[in-house]
């Protein structure tokens, strides 16, 4: 009888031990490559290939094998880098919009296997994946669908041609964990001599879901990357951004590969949306995806790298940061050291997560298995949830002691879908709780920023979501400050001023082409710069007497005497010295008045900065005259990707002497007037 009771007790025991039951499902949720694949969070992008040497963002198709030669190419040092940055994997351009492919493909000529480079019996992708799998890092490659090189492009045989090649590179590589395929399709190329403009319904002309069910045949647990996904979307911006509100939902079978509204209406995925198709952000670590030896000092600053960390992985992406190879085959030294510095920084910020030592306290669990703990215990597979039909709830922490603090780092178990559409931070001040800070969506992971504040206890607020909140981990930190480089800007009669971030910070240029030191040449005052000049300065703490990073702006003539030739006063706006003004012009050029004849060896072309861009120049023409009459054409190109990475253009010509000149625009990306945010000329 009493052996009988025994056994009762345990069973009832066991019974009240027993673990709580799990939240239902909120529709969509990841498969299992994308749980794998949202953990990765950090990797980078390789653009090395034909551009590198023709020294373009976009071949037109008509370069020759031969012209790819890099003279120290070393895979392994790609993959060092990347492995000391933290990233988890690299994605190599296997084959751009030229056409050039980095293997010995069977199916073209245009192929390593004609360059000169390992005297032609190289495979750039081998040496690639065999550095990658030797540093522990996964390997990726983007395939351009776009082909300007091959003369049936535009044709059903090229779509043959295309699966034929990436058979190839799916099959002969081993493992591949994401396939990048470029929204970029049709335009003007070489097309084998043709020379012509070819468009293709870039809905239907891949027939993408054949070539969807071949990658998924040869590679099953690879991610696919396109403007539609299907397993991974593009943000929306070649800027490394994600947004305030990023769901990973999106409604797929409305969008598609190269839709030119996917920006402004589908990027940021939508609550309601159908599928799963997490965002991530990409972006170059200088102006441009490809080398250029001129882009050497537009290396991004570690601030500048530091608000695209906060912005992507931050805010529910993942990132995907590109090292433009330089012609030797290497990741530039500059790239290598701002790489290294984000990667440095982001440990300093993340060193001490503060929840460690809080006690937690939450308004409801679920139960067994879901309580408030499973929030600091560093397993994103454990996580707290409450009560079903509970979508507000908060979580209280305490320190214990009075502790300062600047970031708030939230994930969501997204395994169970994304839920949280809006929560809050508050800190309790004498028995009341006092807002620090807010937010819309979660997913994976959300990290907010708010000035340095001190409490002892804090209060999490989850306000509203698609279902009950179901949060995986909880991280508290004192990221240290972080010093800016200073401003530095000239007006158009040549007056250079140069701005710290805080006024307590000194400044020190320099003008002689050498970085700036502490203690020599203070900037007191603003001076002036009317040819061309390089200006750096950095900004000293008073505190710590730490100097941030170098600012640098290469000046050339001023634009004081310069005027348009043209009735419309605001003509003026494209030669003012701001970025964010910018002017229309109602015939497609610009015509300026220089003041004096000068030796011009190229001009410059910033694209409008506005909020709600139009009229980028996509073609143009430049021409220059000595007395305003007679023209001759000097330049004629494109500005290849500027529609996603409208920065500053740089062309360079032959030296030629001019008193005017004028840049024509041929085309423009959306066939809108051409309009111009700012327009210099070079003499050095």
């Excluded at 307590?504 to 603003?526: H, M, R, T, W």
Aim: hydrophobic letters at 35%; aromatic letters at 12%; proline letters at 5%.
């Amino acid at each position: 009888m009493k052996k009988f009771l025994w056994l009762l007790l345990a069973l009832g025991l066991s019974f009240c031990s027993e673990k709580a039951a799990p939240p239902e499902p909120i529709l969509p949720v990841p498969d299992q490559k994308q749980i794998g694949w949202q953990k990765l969070e950090f990797y980078g992008f390789v653009h090395f290939n034909m551009n590198t040497f023709s020294d373009r963002e976009w071949g037109f198709g008509d370069e020759k094998p031969e012209q790819f030669n890099p003279t120290a190419l070393d895979a392994k040092q790609w993959a060092r880098v990347a492995k000391e940055a933290g990233m988890k994997g690299l994605i190599i351009t296997a084959k751009h919009h030229d056409g050039f492919v980095l293997w010995p493909s069977a199916y073209t000529e245009h192929s390593v296997k004609n360059s000169l480079w390992r005297d032609g019996k190289g495979d750039l992708i081998q040496e690639f994946v065999d550095a990658c799998r030797a540093e522990g890092l996964k390997v990726g490659m983007y395939y351009s669908p776009w082909d300007r090189n091959h003369p049936d492009y535009g044709k059903p045989e090229y779509v043959t041609y295309m699966r034929n090649q990436l058979t190839e590179l799916l099959s002969n590589y081993g493992e591949i964990f994401e396939i990048w395929f470029d929204g970029a399709n049709g335009g003007t190329g070489w097309y084998g001599g043709a020379n012509e403009d070819r468009k293709v319904d870039k809905f239907s002309y891949y027939d993408w879901p054949t070539t969807i069910e071949l990658v998924r045949k040869l590679q099953p647990g690879a991610m696919l990357f396109s403007d539609a996904g299907p397993d991974v979307r593009w943000v929306g911006n070649e800027h490394g951004f994600a947004y305030e509100t990023t769901w990973s939902n999106l409604m797929r079978d409305s969008v598609y590969a190269g839709m030119p509204e996917f920006s402004e209406k589908w990027a940021t995925g939508q609550e309601n949306g159908t599928h799963w198709v997490p965002a991530e952000s990409d972006v170059s670590i200088r102006p441009g995806w490809y080398y250029h030896s001129y882009e050497d000092h537009k290396v991004k600053t570690l601030p500048e790298l530091m608000e695209i960390y906060y912005k992507s992985i931050g805010q529910n992406s993942s990132l995907l940061i590109n090292f433009p190879v330089d012609t030797r085959g290497l990741i530039h030294e500059k790239d290598e050291e701002a790489i290294l510095k984000m990667a440095a920084k982001i440990k300093e910020d993340f060193a001490v997560n503060l929840a460690k030592d809080a006690s937690f306290k939450s308004s409801s669990d679920r139960g067994k298995g879901y309580e408030v703990n499973n929030l600091i215990d560093g397993d994103f597979d454990t996580y707290w949830a409450t009560p079903d039909g509970e979508i507000q709830a908060s979580v209280e922490l305490d320190f214990g002691k009075n502790v300062s603090f600047n970031r708030l780092l939230l994930q969501e178990f997204v395994n169970l879908g994304q839920r949280v559409k809006a929560f809050s931070l508050e800190k309790d001040v004498n028995g009341s709780w006092e807002k620090i800070a807010k937010g819309t969506t979660i997913g994976y992971k959300r990290i907010l920023r708010f000035p340095d504040t001190e409490a002892q206890k804090i209060r999490i607020n989850f306000l509203d979501g698609k279902g009950i909140p179901v949060i995986s981990e909880i991280g508290v930190y004192s990221a240290p400050p972080l010093l800016f480089p200073p401003k530095i800007s000239r007006t158009p009669s040549g007056k250079v001023s140069i701005t710290a971030a805080e006024e307590s910070q000194q400044i020190y240029f320099s003008l002689d082409g050498n970085a700036p030191k502490i203690g020599e040449n203070v900037y007191s005052e603003d001076f002036e710069v009317l040819e061309a000049t390089t200006v750096q300065a950095i900004a000293v703490d008073s505190k710590s007497g730490k100097s941030s990073e170098v600012a640098q702006v290469d000046f050339d003539l001023a634009k004081g005497n310069w005027k348009p030739i043209s009735n419309d006063p605001n003509a003026v706006r494209a030669i003012d010295e701001r970025a964010q003004t910018f002017w229309t012009s109602p015939n497609n050029e610009i015509v300026l008045d220089l003041g004096i004849e000068v030796d011009l060896t190229g001009f410059t072309y910033l694209p409008m900065q506005a909020r709600y861009p139009s009229g980028f120049i996509a073609q143009y023409a430049f021409e220059v005259s000595t007395e305003g009459k007679t023209w001759k054409e000097v330049s004629k190109g494109e500005f290849s990707n500027i529609h996603n990475s409208p920065i500053e253009q740089i062309i360079r010509f032959n030296p030629t002497q001019a008193k005017y000149i004028k840049l024509k625009a041929l085309k423009t990306v959306d066939g809108n007037l051409a309009t111009f945010g700012e327009l210099g000329v070079i003499t050095r």
